[in-house]
């Protein structure tokens, strides 16, 4: 099985409206570039503000996850975005004209339908998997919830649910592996107890609720008065509560569906880390609120882990060697600082430079204490954003790259001759006008050298 990474093969629409703000709502799901992961885009805002798929950018989750950012928010993001991740689907764009995903039937099953319709391509890069190493864990005594994230080779969920109720038993789900989630969880809908309902409407929720996009659950029967407020409420004729039960007329889907939702919706929350996972996560009594304290968690791990340091193969064939970067970089010895590429994805770029006794500035820098000298170590890290920069115009060799700005640099250890640079920059955001934004870090071994902002312009030559 492949691992490279997905997008959709062309976009595919929905239509509906928010579970919680009853708001009539188009949404389109369009493919993405590698390593973009999902952005929500409201394009009934004016300059259409995006919303990145990030658990920085959680406000509530009440009753559902939602996000803000740039000045707006995007309420029920979990259904559309387990339907992605349990379809393989790794970067996306979801563009809607109202503040709610729409529900639809309340589970992920019409969204993994399209996604299964349009089908997939795979893209030139891996999948970006964060490996849980050691255990990662959330727990809460006065909420009664315990999450863990343990180490596991594959993505596997296990979810228990408890409410004491005399309709819904304890209950177990499990997905063993993406694979099965198609036919296993997407078609599990969302519930809600029939004594939560009038609270959830005064709380200005569950305005686009009724028996066709949630499982309603009755602990108790009611009289015909209290019905006939439910019906009202809901949507629905006639409504019958003479005793516990489910009162939907269409039967649950799984004898546990209400714990397969809950995975369902673990899954979404856990998107909001920012890349795929290999884990198994086990959740008892899983909520919103809990499921995106683990992906907090999660996601402190991943910064506070050497993983993202980049690597290379110093044996694998790079990208470009010191020939090829000397074909639309202008500089020559002795400043042609960059021995070579090893990785362009079009948002980031790797470069590799070994330092060296023979280089001519350690004649006159410190001859008796040889340091490489921070300003060539800048020049460096520019280097390799200029190939980043130049290769995005599909024409480098039409363009000189000119470094603009430097902002935020500090330097953290001396690099001495022996030492080999590795180098990263990474967009800030899309180049426009010929103007690049970018990070740059550069490490020996494991440890950070030096990290700045940078500014670079493209200029045609004449």
């Known amino acids: 099985m492949s691992d490279k990474q997905r997008t959709l093969k062309e976009k595919i629409n929905f239509s509906g409206i928010g579970l919680h703000t009853g708001a009539k ?6 493919p993405a570039p590698v390593n973009h992961w999902f952005v929500f885009k409201r394009t009934d805002v004016d300059g259409n503000p995006t919303v990145n798929a990030d658990v920085a950018n959680v406000i509530d989750t009440s009753r559902g996850t939602v996000l803000q950012q740039n000045g707006v928010k995007i309420h029920t993001t979990e259904h559309v975005l387990s339907a992605l991740v349990g379809m393989g689907i790794d970067n996306a764009i979801i563009e809607l004209d109202g503040p709610e995903i ?7 099953q019409l969204f993994v339908a399209e ?22 864990e959330y727990s809460s005594e006065e909420k009664n919830v315990e999450l863990a994230a343990l180490p596991f080779n594959d993505y596997r969920l296990t979810v228990m649910v408890d409410y004491n109720s005399k309709v819904i038993a304890s209950q177990h789900a499990i997905l063993h592996n993406l694979e099965n989630y198609k036919e296993k969880i997407s078609p599990c809908r969302t519930f809600v107890f029939v004594h939560e309902i009038e609270q959830l409407f005064k709380n200005g929720l569950i305005k686009g609720g009724d028996l066709n996009n949630a499982i309603v659950i009755s602990e108790d029967g009611v009289d015909e008065e209290r019905a006939a407020y439910l019906s009202k409420l809901l949507s629905k004729d006639n409504i019958q509560v003479s005793k516990p039960g489910i009162l939907n007329q269409e039967p649950l889907k799984f004898n546990n569906e209400p714990a397969r939702h809950k995975l ?3 899954i979404g929350d856990l998107a909001l880390v920012g890349r795929p996972l290999k884990a198994h996560i086990l959740a008892a009594r899983p909520g919103h609120a809990a499921n995106v304290e683990l992906a907090k968690a999660i996601k402190k791990s991943i910064e506070q882990s050497n993983e993202n340091l980049p690597q290379y193969d110093a044996e694998a064939e790079p990208i470009f060697n010191v020939t090829q970067i000397a074909n639309f970089l202008p500089h020559r010895y002795p400043f042609q600082l960059v021995d070579k590429i090893v990785s362009l994805d079009g948002t980031s770029v790797v470069g590799i430079k070994n330092v060296t006794i023979n280089e001519p ?3 006159g820098h410190f001859p008796d204490n040889p340091v490489f000298p921070g300003v060539l170590l800048l020049e460096a890290i520019a280097q390799t954003g200029g190939v980043l920069v130049l290769t995005s115009t599909g024409e480098p060799e039409k363009y000189w790259p000119y470094l603009v700005g430097i902002d935020n640099c500090r330097f953290y250890k001396n690099i001495l001759p022996g030492d080999s640079l590795v180098m990263k920059c990474t967009l800030l955001a899309p180049i426009r006008m010929g103007v690049a934004k970018m990070h740059g870090d550069a490490y020996v071994g494991k440890k950070r050298v030096c990290s700045v902002d940078m500014t670079a312009r493209l200029v045609k030559k004449s």
Do not use: C, W
């Not at 996604?115 to 255990?135: C, D, R």
């Open 25 to 30: 709502v188009n949404m389109t799901i369009l």
């Open 115 to 136: 996604i299964e319709k349009v089908g997939y391509v795979e893209q030139n890069l891996n999948k970006n998997y964060f490996v849980v190493e050691e255990a990662i």
């Open 361 to 363: 500035h350690f004649t």
């Open 264 to 266: 369902l919706d673990l």
């Open 102 to 108: 729409p529900i639809l039937d309340g589970s992920a």
